[in-house]
């Protein structure tokens, strides 16, 4: 059975000298990926991508580090662009307080208009939390009917507990750093069925590739990484997580 990576950005120039030949990889080796809008220009790219490749499927949103941009028009532009067939999801949208490029305000508001968008089009939302747990969960909580995915989850164990009846939690390289003690207990004490994989790419490779380009192949890292933490097989891992990921966008 081939993984799936649920959040990559393959549009990120760093694939600019091969990208082909990582779609390749893909093709040959996972069961699909899914590509990553983080604002219109690469919302529209991820469509373009899901249209060309049969095993690429689309999310489309503007991140709260790139909402500079954010418009009613460019707000029609998503919903438009959410029609699409193989658009899975609203995303990556959230709250980023390390980079603060953007005043908590402001990335709120945003993050509320494109949570109102996901229940407009009835699709899961992929949410982006960065050092603002507290201000993720209340916003989530005041939407209790959309539901999604909280990618490269960053919480601990208790939070994911709070979440977990609406998001799965995406695990990412993070967890095979030796660093990741939080992340660790988060996957030993969460239920696989709450589990999903992905890799970020072209951010944060897995170890052994760690400090160099990501990309979606290297989801077997994390799947046997839960598999040795949990004690439970690579082809378990795969199985429940590859499930979990069509359910969070609402494949199946």
């Known amino acids: 059975?081939?993984?799936?990576?649920?959040?990559?950005?393959?549009?990120?120039?760093?694939?600019?000298?091969?990208?082909?030949?990582?779609?390749?990889?893909?093709?040959?080796?996972?069961?699909?990926?899914?590509?990553?809008?983080?604002?219109?220009?690469?919302?529209?790219?991820?469509?373009?991508?899901?249209?060309?490749?049969?095993?690429?499927?689309?999310?489309?949103?503007?991140?709260?580090?790139?909402?500079?941009?954010?418009?009613?028009?460019?707000?029609?532009?998503?919903?438009k662009l959410a029609q699409e067939d193989k658009v899975l999801a609203i995303g990556e949208i959230g709250l980023d307080y390390h980079w603060m490029t953007f005043p908590k305000e402001q990335q709120q508001e945003v993050f509320r208009k494109q949570m109102k968008l996901a229940q407009r089009v009835g699709k899961p939302v992929a949410i982006h939390s960065r050092e603002a747990m507290e201000d993720t969960l209340k916003i989530l909580k005041e939407f209790p009917d959309v539901k999604g995915i909280f990618h490269c989850y960053p919480g601990s164990v208790e939070t994911a507990r709070e979440v977990i009846d609406n998001y799965y939690l995406g695990i990412g390289g993070v967890l095979?750093?030796?660093?990741?003690?939080?992340?660790?207990?988060?996957?030993?004490?969460?239920?696989?069925?709450?589990?999903?994989?992905?890799?970020?790419?072209?951010?944060?490779?897995?170890?052994?590739?760690?400090?160099?380009?990501?990309?979606?192949?290297?989801?077997?890292?994390?799947?046997?990484?839960?598999?040795?933490?949990?004690?439970?097989?690579?082809?378990?891992?795969?199985e429940v997580t590859n499930r979990n990921t069509r359910k969070a966008y609402e494949m199946e």
């Open 1 to 79: 059975m081939k993984l799936i990576d649920s959040h990559a950005h393959l549009d990120n120039e760093q694939f600019n000298e091969d990208r082909e030949e990582v779609l390749n990889r893909i093709k040959e080796n996972l069961d699909f990926a899914v590509n990553i809008g983080y604002d219109l220009a690469s919302s529209k790219k991820s469509v373009e991508f899901a249209k060309n490749y049969d095993f690429i499927y689309a999310v489309v949103g503007v991140h709260p580090d790139d909402i500079g941009e954010y418009s009613d028009e460019v707000e029609r532009e998503l919903e």
């Open 176 to 238: 095979t750093f030796k660093n990741a003690k939080k992340l660790v207990e988060v996957v030993e004490n969460i239920p696989l069925d709450k589990l999903i994989i992905e890799t970020d790419c072209p951010y944060m490779a897995p170890t052994p590739h760690r400090g160099k380009r990501n990309e979606p192949v290297y989801v077997e890292y994390v799947a046997r990484k839960i598999a040795e933490i949990k004690g439970i097989s690579y082809e378990e891992v795969v």
